[in-house]
C-alpha cells in the first residue's frame, strides 16, 4: 500500500526535477454533504491543472529545447500523473464498507485533478471510510473526523491532510542528503487546501473556525486554508457548526 511515508520520498525525486523550472501550484479541496438524516457524499480532490497548465504552455515555448530538457520535463510529467494516481486508488480500499456506496475514482490526466468519492448512509459509515483512508494512506492512526447530531455539525482537528504533508516533510528533512527539501518548499508553498460543507436541509448558523466563509443563502460553508503560509494564524480544520432550518 502507497503510504505517506512513501509519498514523501516519491516528492523528493519528482519535486527535484520539475521545482527547477516551475512553481508548483497545488490545491487540495474537500467537499462534504451532509443530509438532515445524517446521509451524504465526501468528495477529496487533488487539483494540479495550474501546474499542468504551465508545463504544457513550458513545452510550448520550448519546442526547440534539448532532448535532455525534453526528457526531464517528461519525467515531472510522469512524476505528477503517479502521484495523482496513487491517491485516486484510494477507492479500492473503500469497497466492501458497509455504509459506504458509489465509490468512484477521479482520474482526469489531461487535467490533472486525482481524487475520490463516495456516498455514506450515516455518520458512522463516514468516519469508518476516514479511518481506512488516513491509515492506508497517511500511516496515521484516527478514530474519528466528523460528529454530527442534527443541528450541530463537528469537523474535528483529525485527519488533517496539510498537517500529514508537513510531518511528512519535517521526517524528509532530516533524511535529506540532497538538499532536495528546500525545491520541495516551494513546491509547497502556494498550496491551497479548501473543506467544502454543504447542508441542503438546513443552513448555517454559527461556525467556530474564523476562517469560515458562508454562501448567501446559508447552505454551505467554506474554510481555506494555507498550510505553508506562516503569515496567517490559526488555521486549523477543525470547526463546530450550529445549523437552522
Not at 219 to 229: E, G, M
Request: aromatic content about 8%; hydrophobic content about 35%; overall charge negative.
Amino acid at each position: 500500500m502507497y503510504s505517506m511515508k512513501n509519498a514523501k520520498h516519491f516528492y523528493l525525486s519528482f519535486l527535484a526535477v520539475t521545482a527547477l523550472t516551475l512553481s508548483g501550484c497545488l490545491h487540495i479541496v474537500e467537499e462534504l454533504t451532509v443530509k438532515s438524516n445524517g446521509s451524504g457524499s465526501y468528495t477529496m480532490t487533488l487539483d494540479m491543472s495550474e501546474m499542468k497548465s504551465m508545463m504544457d504552455m513550458f513545452q510550448g515555448m520550448a519546442s526547440d529545447s534539448t532532448d535532455a530538457a525534453d526528457g526531464a520535463e517528461a519525467e515531472a510529467d510522469s512524476g505528477m500523473g503517479e502521484m495523482g494516481t496513487q491517491l485516486s486508488a484510494v477507492a479500492q480500499s473503500l469497497e466492501g464498507i458497509s455504509g459506504i456506496t458509489n465509490i468512484q475514482e477521479i482520474n482526469d490526466t489531461s487535467l490533472f485533478k486525482f481524487g475520490y468519492s463516495f456516498d455514506f448512509a450515516d455518520i458512522n459509515a463516514l468516519n469508518k471510510a476516514m479511518r481506512i483512508i488516513n491509515k492506508e494512506k497517511y500511516e496515521s492512526k484516527v478514530d474519528e473526523v466528523f460528529k454530527f447530531s442534527g443541528k450541530n455539525f463537528e469537523r474535528l482537528s483529525t485527519g488533517d491532510l496539510g498537517e500529514e504533508i508537513k510531518k511528512a516533510m519535517a521526517e524528509g528533512e532530516a533524511e535529506d542528503e540532497e538538499g532536495s527539501m528546500e525545491m520541495v518548499k516551494t513546491f509547497f508553498s502556494d498550496m491551497s487546501y479548501k473543506q467544502i460543507y454543504n447542508f441542503p436541509d438546513r443552513r448555517v448558523k454559527k461556525s467556530s473556525n474564523e476562517l469560515s466563509e458562508v454562501s448567501n443563502d446559508g447552505h454551505t460553508l467554506t474554510i481555506t486554508l494555507k498550510p505553508f503560509d506562516e503569515s496567517v494564524s490559526k488555521q486549523s480544520v477543525g470547526t463546530k457548526v450550529k445549523l437552522k432550518n
